[in-house]
């Protein structure tokens, strides 16, 4: 290694075995504490996963920034693993962990609450950026260096990301609530998506010296809007298309070459919308829906189950990279000229700020508009009862039960101000937030905004992650919801209704999944693989002592 400048130690065998060596153990060695944080829940109430990585990350990047002299080839090996790439952050590790958030989630539960999550997760992801932007600029005269407001349009959209790794892995621990559950994994995952735009946008107008920032909106809203509605129609095909190729060229016989075709999905989604210049983040999660509703009933069982084990491994693998990336980037800020106490203050001050303007006043409208929505349903069918009351006793009777039935099905749909709180406790910032950072436009501020962003990520890690467990005690949400029970009290008709719903149960399902999806000599491993499944749930759940819940970026360390 001695000899090797720091361009060629990639190119060396014994610099890249080096490189690898130090990774696994360090996975390893974080992979066997989180076994020993899942024995001790008391300690895991205050010290979540992702924190518990993070730290690791930081100690071993502390400890290699000063013992390794960077004039040595060791030192080049050390300076790449302080560093923190965001290309192999948004190609590498992110599509794996996005398709799998989509592959597992309850579809139904997520669309039964589509028009909140797309409400918090778009227009309150633009209000949050626009208020903390403002926040920032109102305060700038007192900041020590004077950015500009584009600069800061640009850092607050990409803080804007929530990533709430460590509350939702509480979350599933405790069984909250599922439509809590539901809405703020569905607010993270789709405002990622959000903030990447806007980032992207903002960047273009920094880079290009534009200052009329007024005759760039059009064509800003215009971008987005094709862009995110693009990719989900993107998504939609793709997820589609692998269905109706695994359709018409039957590989169940051959199960290594199905695994094969089927576990490029992961990243074929995201590549292709990246080359369309659409947003990968938001077309892997709707290729990751739309394959397993689609594309796995035309799997062998075992292939199946083999795919299932492949995605969830592979999430796991890349949030923890990610994690241990994080910490031992905190250890390549030391030297920088980029930490600022006032505006590292105004800045957590104004994530607070921003993303209560985004939920308590989308939830309050929402509400408004469920109540009065439930209110003309509830007079409709008291108006039909009283009619039929002096006629016909024993059915107006079933009538007011069914009405009943229906104002609980309703109301769940409503989001209480204690389910709103919660929202706004968990808009914690994380990786995404920091892989943006690193593509911020190469200004005199620069080192400001990533120092910035690294240390409120550890902020809001470590504090609200840590106290994720307080707060639903502090806010009664409740806990130790059986998720299959609350789906069986979940009348089947209100998930997807009219005639989409009809479209995709009649047509689209036997244009793209075989007819023989089960044929006689596949039947009698079906059965084994069934039971195989509810045995590992259950063995799952007694040991980590939590429900399964879909495991992502959000739901670290299932």
């Known amino acids: 290694m001695v000899g090797l400048s720091g361009s060629q130690w990639h190119e060396s065998n014994r610099g890249v075995s080096l490189y690898l060596a130090i990774y696994l153990v360090l996975f390893i060695t974080v992979t066997a504490l989180s076994g020993i944080l899942h024995n001790r829940p008391k300690l895991g109430a205050f010290l979540p996963e992702a924190a518990m990585v993070i730290l690791v990350g930081i100690v071993v990047g502390v400890i290699v920034h000063i013992t390794v002299d960077n004039h040595e080839a060791q030192g080049n090996v050390a300076s790449s693993l302080l560093s923190f790439s965001p290309q192999v952050f948004f190609i590498i590790l992110l599509p794996p962990i996005i398709f799998n958030s989509g592959y597992h989630l309850q579809r139904e539960l997520f669309f039964r609450y589509i028009t909140p999550i797309c409400l918090y997760a778009c227009f309150g992801t633009v209000i949050c950026s626009m208020v903390m932007s403002l926040w920032l600029y109102m305060l700038s005269p007192y900041f020590s260096f004077t950015p500009s407001l584009l600069e800061l349009m640009a850092f607050s959209a990409l803080i804007s990301a929530t990533d709430p790794v460590s509350t939702l892995a509480v979350f599933s621990e405790k069984k909250v609530d599922p439509h809590l559950f539901y809405l703020v994994f569905g607010d993270s995952s789709v405002n990622d998506a959000v903030s990447l735009v806007l980032f992207d946008s903002l960047s273009h107008l920094i880079e290009s010296n534009i200052t009329n920032v007024g005759s760039e909106i059009a064509q800003f809203l215009f971008d987005f809007l094709t862009g995110f509605i693009g990719s989900i129609v993107l998504g939609v095909a793709i997820g589609l298309g692998y269905a109706l190729f695994l359709k018409t060229f039957d590989f169940r016989h051959l199960p290594l070459f199905e695994l094969g075709i089927f576990s490029t999905v992961i990243y074929f989604p995201f590549v292709i919308a990246e080359i369309m210049h659409l947003s990968g983040i938001v077309t892997v999660l709707m290729t990751g829906?739309?394959?397993?509703?689609?594309?796995?009933?035309?799997?062998?069982?075992?292939?199946?189950?083999?795919?299932?084990?492949?995605?969830?491994?592979?999430?796991?693998?890349?949030?923890?990279?990610?994690?241990?990336?994080?910490?031992?980037?905190?250890?390549?800020?030391?030297?920088?000229?980029?930490?600022?106490?006032?505006?590292?203050?105004?800045?957590?001050?104004?994530?607070?700020?921003?993303?209560?303007?985004?939920?308590?006043?989308?939830?309050?409208?929402?509400?408004?508009?469920?109540?009065?929505?439930?209110?003309?349903?509830?007079?409709?069918?008291?108006?039909?009862?009283?009619?039929?009351?002096?006629?016909?006793?024993?059915?107006?009777?079933?009538?007011?039960?069914?009405?009943?039935?229906?104002?609980?099905?309703?109301?769940?749909?409503?989001?209480?101000?204690?389910?709103?709180?919660?929202?706004?406790?968990?808009?914690?910032?994380g990786a995404v937030s920091y892989g943006l950072v690193r593509m911020f436009p190469a200004t005199e501020n620069k080192s400001i905004f990533v120092a910035t962003t690294m240390i409120i990520v550890l902020i809001t890690t470590f504090v609200l992650g840590g106290a994720t467990e307080f707060a639903l005690r502090v806010f009664n949400i409740d806990v130790g919801v059986d998720e299959k029970q609350y789906m069986a009290s979940v009348s089947s008709e209100k998930l997807l209704v009219g005639r989409l719903s009809r479209f995709e149960k009649t047509t689209l399902r036997h244009w793209v999944v075989r007819d023989d999806n089960h044929p006689k000599h596949y039947q009698d491993v079906e059965g084994e693989y069934m039971e195989h499944i509810e045995m590992t749930t259950r063995e799952h759940d007694r040991i980590v002592g939590r429900q399964a819940r879909p495991e992502s970026v959000y739901d670290y360390g299932q």
């Open 289 to 429: 829906i739309v394959a397993k509703r689609y594309a796995e009933p035309n799997l062998f069982v075992d292939t199946a189950r083999s795919a299932d084990v492949i995605f969830r491994l592979l999430a796991h693998i890349t949030e923890t990279i990610i994690f241990l990336e994080l910490g031992l980037s905190v250890a390549s800020l030391v030297g920088l000229n980029g930490f600022r106490a006032s505006f590292l203050i105004a800045s957590v001050f104004g994530c607070l700020i921003g993303r209560a303007a985004n939920v308590y006043p989308i939830t309050l409208v929402y509400n408004f508009c469920k109540s009065r929505a439930n209110i003309a349903s509830e007079s409709f069918f008291s108006e039909a009862f009283t009619k039929q009351a002096d006629s016909i006793t024993h059915v107006a009777t079933e009538q007011r039960t069914t009405l009943h039935s229906s104002e609980k099905s309703l109301d769940d749909t409503i989001i209480s101000w204690n389910k709103a709180h919660m929202l706004w406790f968990a808009g914690l910032r």
